[in-house]
């Protein structure tokens, strides 16, 4: 949904940020956050009073910060606490934080659950750290293109067509699985 008078065509007029998996932007300026996930989570975080946003792109729920290969910001703790400092840094407050959640396909099939297990860490992470989760577009089994536009806080989503969907998943397997093994797997490019 659109800020009323306003269309998604003059929203795409903003500058455009796209971020891949491990990455996330903060913004101050109004850019579009665009990323492509499949059983990856992004969280964006927003203080709504203040006009400030950030998104982040993570591929496995925990915890490995010392992990120099593949990029911290892969996993879950540390791409949510990134956003999160960053936005306080520049003067969000976090009473006034809300945030939306998408992706966690299960694209690789049920008994993996990596989507299901990035979506729940997500939901925990923010539960603890009291920011409520006033929107989300998770689960199911087709990857989503999400286009963030900061300065209203609003999202597009758009599900990705199965032609595009075994792609995807060759994609992020071979990067999860080089990921959980400590394997240098190079940068995933999905779009």
């Known amino acids: ?33 665009i990323t492509v996930l499949g059983s990856c989570v992004s969280a964006c975080i927003a203080d709504p009073a203040r006009a400030l946003a ?74 603890r750290e009291g920011i409520q989760v006033v929107a989300e577009d998770v689960g199911g089994e087709r990857p989503r293109r999400v286009h963030f536009r900061t300065r209203e806080q609003i999202v597009r989503v758009k599900r990705l067509p199965a032609l595009e969907i075994a792609s995807v998943v060759a994609s992020e397997r071979r990067h999860v699985t080089a990921l959980e093994s400590g394997i240098p797997s190079g940068e995933m490019e999905l779009f």
């Open 54 to 127: 950030g998104m982040n792109h993570f591929m496995l729920p925990g915890d490995a910060v010392a992990d120099e290969v593949s990029g911290p910001a892969r996993w879950g703790a540390f791409a949510m606490e990134v956003v999160l400092n960053e936005l306080l840094a520049r003067g969000a407050e976090r009473r006034r934080l809300v945030a939306k959640l998408f992706g966690g396909s299960e694209l690789w099939g049920a008994h993996h659950r990596v989507g299901t297990r990035n979506v729940e860490f997500a939901r925990s992470y923010l539960s």
């Open 1 to 33: 949904m659109t800020p009323a008078g306003t269309s998604w065509s003059e929203l795409d007029q903003a500058p455009a940020v796209r971020i891949n998996a491990g990455e996330w932007h903060v913004s101050v300026s109004g850019e579009v956050i």
